[in-house]
């Protein structure tokens, strides 16, 4: 079956950086969009970041912008999130997901469109 399991996560000062990593396997890993969210409690899921199947096509959220950069491993079956200058608003639990039937994201993918498989999570937190 699908699997979507997160690593990376951890707390970090601001200004600081972290890697978060997402394995995938049980479906075609090269043929799949993916994209990371995140939420806090009490608060809708926002989308953070989307890119391609093949990797040359990113989006991402006006609030991650030149601080937050999504690429993927298609040899190793994984989506990387390197988000660096991160701030205290950037808290949240972080969870990749994957389109298995699209391989460009949708422009509405910062609402979960076509996204259909979804990870755990990993928490991220951001403090002084």
């Known amino acids: 079956q699908v699997q979507l399991v997160e690593s990376g996560g951890g707390s970090v000062q601001i200004g600081g950086s972290l890697r978060l990593s997402c394995a995938a396997s049980?479906?075609?890993?090269?043929?799949?969009?993916m994209g990371w969210f995140r939420q806090v409690p009490g608060k809708e899921r926002e989308g953070v970041a989307a890119?391609?199947?093949?990797?040359?096509?990113?989006y991402y959220a006006d609030s991650v912008k030149g601080r937050f950069t999504i690429s993927r491993d298609n040899a190793k079956n994984t989506v990387y999130l390197e988000m660096n200058s991160l701030k205290p608003e950037d808290t949240a639990k972080y969870s990749c997901?994957?389109?298995?039937?699209?391989?460009?994201?949708?422009?509405?993918?910062?609402?979960?469109?076509?996204?259909?498989?979804w990870g755990q999570g990993t928490q991220v937190t951001v403090s002084s």
């Open positions: 997901a994957a389109s298995t039937s699209f391989s460009t994201p949708a422009s509405t993918w910062f609402g979960g469109y076509r996204f259909n498989y």
């Open positions: 049980g479906y075609i890993f090269s043929s799949a969009s």
């Open positions: 890119l391609n199947s093949g990797g040359t096509g990113t």
